[in-house]
């Protein structure tokens, strides 16, 4: 499935470009982040569920998978909180909360944290990320202090958890049909998640605080999304109908049509917060589902693909703290924004690309070797 390993790099590009506007200007990208987001929780219970789709509840399978999930995702996450705490005290050393503003951290992102934060509390949040219970910190923003995207990272965390439950319960729908109603009627109880959370105020009666808390960051209210990738896994291996490339194509473009369109929707204040993420889940569904379908190319493309996927990784986890660091350099030398923009792009990915090389992959080769894992090939997914 090497487009969909091309298409994570896309996703992770969409969440970068949404937080360059977030940070330095220009609304109209803003909401293609959440749109990049979404495309990975989807792709996520696709490609695990394709991978594992005859997972048992037995300690070796367990041990296997639940291994090759740490190996995958733990070194990179441990160097992109390091280098968050490490930016932290570089853009506020006195840290307290109004000093975050000198990083241009969001204030829906930090306003209940406390005034006066300190070591202290920098150290604690530190290690509630390290061990993905920042959530249950006293205070709500707490989750983004130290890397704010990483909050993605401990939904992915807990959608492994239930992974195999997920997989061992869906199958038994043993229609592709009735595996597509499935995973629209779990996309169809996201947004009803998203009014009862609400109270079905949408528009500038939404409480955003409250949005971000517990919609948007919330494992729980965007499980279905994960669900939905797994229930298009399952209905791709039981459905002989294989696509022709054309109409592969003409699909996903329909489907960018379709995501371009929802997006302008979403944009709309009057459909907030339900044009936040949720309108753009079935068009990264369907276009997953296409794209998955594509035939095997060139062993070539399909190793540039995967170390296409293995940086979006490093991408999405490390641009933040460059972000802000960026944001700090533009603030004491009034660079030109454009030139700071594309700059601190080129940045993130050339960084991402060196962590991939020099670091991630390596350590991930050492905890194989650590763990015994039964898998030779180190995991790219």
């Not at 968050?84 to 992102?109: C, D, E, H, K, Y």
């Not at 947004?191 to 919330?218: K, M, P, R």
């Not at 459909?271 to 035939?295: F, H, R």
Request: hydrophobic share 55%; with cysteine.
């Amino acid at each position: 499935m090497w487009a969909l390993d091309s298409g994570r790099l896309v996703a992770a590009c969409f969440v970068l470009a949404g937080h360059l506007s977030l940070y330095f200007g220009g609304p109209l990208w803003v909401s293609v982040a959440p749109a990049g987001l979404s495309w990975f929780f989807v792709l996520s219970g696709f490609i695990l569920a394709t991978i594992y789709h005859d997972v048992e509840l037995r300690a070796p399978t367990l041990r296997q998978f639940y291994l090759r999930r740490f190996v995958r995702i733990y070194p990179l996450y441990l160097l992109a909180c390091v280098f968050g705490v490490v930016v932290l005290w570089i853009g506020n050393p006195s840290m307290t909360r109004q000093g975050l503003a000198a990083l241009g951290i969001p204030g829906f992102s930090s306003f209940d944290l406390p005034e006066n934060l300190g070591n202290g509390y920098l150290l604690a949040v530190f290690a509630k990320t390290l061990a993905f219970i920042s959530p249950f910190d006293a205070h709500t923003t707490a989750r983004y202090l130290v890397n704010s995207p990483l909050w993605s990272i401990y939904c992915e965390v807990f959608f492994y958890a239930l992974l195999p439950l997920l997989v061992i319960t869906l199958r038994r729908i043993t229609s592709p049909a009735m595996l597509w109603v499935t995973a629209a009627l779990l996309w169809l109880l996201e947004g009803a998640i998203i009014l009862v959370v609400t109270n079905g105020q949408l528009g500038e009666a939404a409480d955003w605080s409250l949005v971000h808390a517990s919609l948007y960051t919330n494992p729980l209210a965007r499980l279905p999304e994960f669900m939905i990738g797994i229930s298009l896994a399952l209905a791709r291996q039981r459905n002989v109908w294989r696509p022709s490339r054309r109409v592969i194509w003409v699909g996903v473009a329909s489907c960018l049509g379709v995501l371009y369109f929802s997006l302008l929707l979403g944009s709309l204040p009057q459909l907030q917060p339900l044009g936040l993420y949720w309108l753009v889940v079935p068009a990264n569904a369907v276009s997953i589902a296409l794209l998955a379908s594509l035939p095997k190319t060139s062993p070539r493309i399909e190793s540039a693909s995967v170390a296409l996927g293995l940086l979006s990784y490093a991408i999405y986890a490390l641009h933040w703290p460059m972000l802000e660091l960026a944001y700090l350099l533009q603030s004491r030398y009034l660079l030109p924004v454009p030139l700071l923009i594309i700059g601190t792009a080129a940045a993130v990915i050339v960084v991402g690309w060196l962590v991939v090389r020099w670091y991630e992959t390596p350590a991930r080769k050492q905890l194989h070797a650590l763990f015994n894992s039964p898998s030779a090939r180190v995991p790219t997914t």
